[in-house]
């Protein structure tokens, strides 16, 4: 049986055309099955890139989406959410994740697939700023890339030659559940390693490797040790 039913319904050059990452909505899918989403719900799309996640959202669930996103631009967003006709359901927002338009308790549910480490893995963000953007009661769930555990240096002995800048924001899904859970803001619902990462992640590092000559593939191959992972969390705000 397929793991991601959801996902197979979209055409997977379609997907390939607009990922910016491991394939986007097979981790949406993955954390999706551990919120509970319905019809004229409200939702974030954080980090939503060139909006794949978005219209999965608004197409599978029904959702309204606000698409926020810094490093795309918007006008192209919406031409892609006009393609594929949910305009009427998505809205492309640019801003930056510190610097947000909405008002406190806006969203029914707040997400981020593959964007939350590079700005919520200190230890302001989620307080002052993530848990803020839903209602009491409202759900929050991210997926990140990360490590089965941590490691003093940051990183695991046999990616030494790979670690840089970003990448120190890679932590196990402890460290994030702690780093949540402290606050007691909010309840978490679910916290774990995906199953069999690298099945997600070696497609795209191989689509990277030949279209933005990253190193994604060197990157996935060196870890013998299997320490690198991707992780899911969900949670639903309690104040």
Known sequence: MNK????????????????MGPNPLQL??????????????KVLDMGCGKGLTSIFLA?????????????????????????EGVADKVFPI?????ALP???????????????????????????TFSKLV????QLGIVCPGLIQEYKSGYPPTHKSFWNGEMFSFHSAQWWRDLWEKTEI?????CYNIPDPKAIW???AYWAKEHLKFNDVEFLDADTENQITLLAMTAVKKI
Do not use: Q
């Open 59 to 83: 197409k599978e669930f029904g959702v309204t989406v606000f698409a926020n996103d810094l490093w795309t631009d918007p006008t192209e967003n919406i031409e892609r959410f006009k393609a």
């Open 202 to 204: 070696y497609p795209w």
């Open 94 to 98: 640019h801003a930056e994740a510190h």
């Open 186 to 190: 909010a309840e978490i619902t679910s």
């Open 4 to 19: 991601y039913p959801k996902t197979e319904k979209y055409d997977s050059k379609w997907i390939e055309e607009n990922w």
């Open 135 to 138: 209602k009491p009661g409202g």
């Open 102 to 128: 909405y008002a406190n308790g806006f969203f029914d549910a707040a997400i981020s697939v593959d964007s939350y480490h590079y700005y919520g893995a200190d230890e302001m963000y989620f307080p002052c």
């Open 28 to 41: 949406l899918e993955e954390l999706c099955n551990n919120l509970k989403l319905s019809s004229g719900m």
